[in-house]
């Protein structure tokens, strides 16, 4: 495929770069604009750089709903597209929202991330903006389609309403935790429990009623545990770090909730009282 150069798109010049060497490319991460797909890339480079003040565009690349593709910053500049993850990440922005994706964008989405694993000689993780942020982006339809393998063969249905499901299972067991408090890492306030310093609250430790919740999202069906999808390192031992990050954001995206990765009554009740579907 073609790529359209920045001189190709009226780019203005950068404030400053900074390279990034291949060896430190991890992930290559999915954004969407979530504005009309009739943006233009200047546009875009626009508000970042007189907006947010941004030494350029924040993006590596971009996609528009014609499959077009747009050099931004480039493989191996240093991206300002996700705070604290730009390093490892090359960041691909799609130009529209949730309802304007297309084929013909994710075919050029998916060339560029397998341009990319050609360019770092392995494979980098594939993940969407909200995988590693509280926030919505990429929209749902490009989140799923990243996490079903990027398949380009057939256009991107639109998210169906939730259907009614089988009734989660039982009994429904009470959020165990005081008012404002959460499952969350253990560098944060008091009310971020972690399970990593032997609280108890009730009749269990901090442990044990991370691992209840946990269990029942395997009784809805999730596939957690070494070596399977969801804390496939660690399995269900009831510490929080980025494996019970990811799965409680997962969690969090499948029930429409706040995508935070700190599990809070209404994560925790939505296990015990939604439906599946």
């Given amino acids: 495929m073609n790529i359209i ?34 943006q233009t890339v200047r546009q875009i480079q626009n508000f970042h750089m007189d907006n947010r003040d941004w030494s350029d565009i924040g993006y590596n690349f971009a996609v528009d709903v014609g499959g077009r593709i747009y050099e931004c910053r480039g493989w191996t500049v240093l ?3 996700i705070a604290g993850h730009n390093t490892g990440g090359i960041g691909i922005v799609f130009i529209g929202r949730d309802q304007d994706v297309t084929t013909a964008a994710m075919r050029s989405i998916r060339w560029l991330c397998d341009e990319a694993d050609r360019k770092a000689g392995r494979r980098l993780k594939r993940d969407g903006h909200r ?28 998210s169906p309403s939730p259907p009614a499901g089988r009734p989660a299972p039982k009994p ?14 253990a560098a944060g306030p008091d009310r971020s429990v972690s399970g990593h310093h ?9 442990r044990e009623w991370l691992q209840e919740w946990t269990r029942q999202l395997q009784r809805r069906g999730w596939s957690i545990g070494k070596g399977k999808r969801w804390l496939r ?9 980025d494996e019970y990050r990811a799965l409680i954001r997962a969690w969090q995206a499948d029930q429409k909730l706040p995508v935070t990765g700190r599990l809070d009554r209404a994560g925790w009740d939505a296990a015990y009282r939604n439906p599946i579907t």
């Avoid at 060896?23 to 991460?29: F, I, N, T």
């Avoid at 590693?132 to 249905?157: I, N, Q, S, Y």
């Avoid at 390192?233 to 770090?241: F, I, L, Q, V």
């Fill in 5 to 38: 150069g920045r001189a190709g798109w009226g780019a203005r010049a950068p404030r400053s770069v900074t390279s990034v060497p291949w060896s430190k490319r991890e992930r290559v991460d999915v954004h969407y604009s979530a504005g009309p797909p009739t």
């Fill in 79 to 81: 991206g300002a597209h």
């Fill in 131 to 158: 995988d590693l942020a509280a926030t919505a982006c990429p929209g749902d339809r490009l989140h799923r389609w990243v996490h079903t393998g990027m398949p380009v063969d057939e256009p991107v249905k639109p």
């Fill in 172 to 185: 429904a067991v009470a959020f165990p935790l005081p008012r404002d408090h959460y499952f969350g890492p």
């Fill in 198 to 206: 032997g609280r108890r609250f009730g009749t269990k430790s901090d």
């Fill in 233 to 241: 390192e660690h399995g269900a031992d009831g510490r929080y770090g």
